[in-house]
C-alpha cells in the first residue's frame, strides 16, 4: 500500500481517532479527535481555542495517535501515527464544513465558528496493521519528509546457526526455512519469542 492510501483509510474510512498530548507537566492526556481533510501536504483537524487541547497543542505541536475499524478483533485494521503539527488558523475552514457537514450541527453560526482553529499534520510517521488478514499485515510508512521508524525483529546471517528454534515458537510462521532465517517483517507479530529462543543471540530487536 501507499502511504497516501493508508492516510486514506485513516481519514476517511477511520475519521475518529484518539490524540496524545504532552501537558504542562510533561503527563500524556488523551482526546478524540476527527481528522477533516487529507491531502499530499498531510491531515488537517480542527478544535476551539478555549479547550485544553488546543493550549497543548500549541505549547508542544506534537501528537500521536490511534484509530481503528471492524466489528470484532480478527476484522480490525488500525493505525497509528506521530507527527509534527502547525495552526493553519482559519484556512480551509468552510471546506472542512463542506466535508464534513455534522460539523455545522455543533458550530451552527458564523460567529459560534469564531472559536476554531484549523491545524495540520505537515509530517510523520507510523504503522498500518491489519488484522483481518490471517496472518495478520504490518506496514510502516512516514511522509513530509520523514524516514520509516522500523521496529521488532531481525535475524544476523552470520550468528544463525539454521536451528529450528525460532521457527518453532513464530505464531505467524513469518521466518523462513531457508539458512540463515529471514523474518518477513510486514507479518511478525513483535511477540519476541524468536528473541528469547535463540541459543546464539543472533535475533536482534530493531528500533529499541
Request: glycine content about 10%; aromatic content about 8%.
Amino acid at each position: 500500500m501507499t502511504t497516501q492510501e493508508i492516510l486514506d483509510i485513516l481519514q476517511r474510512d477511520i475519521h475518529s481517532t484518539v490524540f496524545a498530548t504532552l501537558d504542562d507537566k510533561g503527563l500524556p492526556q488523551t482526546c478524540v479527535i476527527d481528522l477533516m481533510l487529507l491531502d499530499g501536504d498531510g491531515l488537517y483537524f480542527l478544535t476551539a481555542k478555549g479547550k485544553s487541547f488546543y493550549d497543548r497543542l500549541t505549547a508542544r505541536p506534537f501528537v500521536a495517535l490511534s484509530g481503528m475499524k471492524g466489528q470484532d478483533t480478527l476484522s480490525t485494521v488500525a493505525v497509528s501515527l506521530r507527527g509534527a503539527v502547525r495552526s493553519i488558523g482559519r484556512e480551509r475552514l468552510e471546506e472542512i464544513f463542506a466535508q464534513n457537514p455534522y460539523m455545522a450541527k455543533i458550530y451552527p453560526t458564523e460567529k459560534s465558528r469564531q472559536a476554531l482553529e484549523v491545524f495540520q499534520i505537515y509530517k510523520g510517521e507510523g504503522e498500518y496493521f491489519d488484522l483481518s488478514r490471517q496472518p495478520p499485515f504490518r506496514q510502516s510508512f512516514a511522509f513530509g519528509g520523514e524516514t520509516v521508524h522500523r521496529t521488532g525483529y531481525r535475524i544476523d546471517g552470520e550468528r544463525c546457526i539454521g536451528c529450528q528454534g525460532c521457527r518453532s515458537v513464530c505464531p505467524s510462521g513469518c521466518i523462513s526455512s531457508a539458512v540463515p532465517r529471514v523474518i518477513d517483517p510486514s507479518r511478525c507479530l513483535h511477540c519476541g519469542n524468536c528473541f528469547r529462543i535463540c541459543p546464539v543471540k543472533a535475533v536482534e530487536r530493531v528500533g529499541v
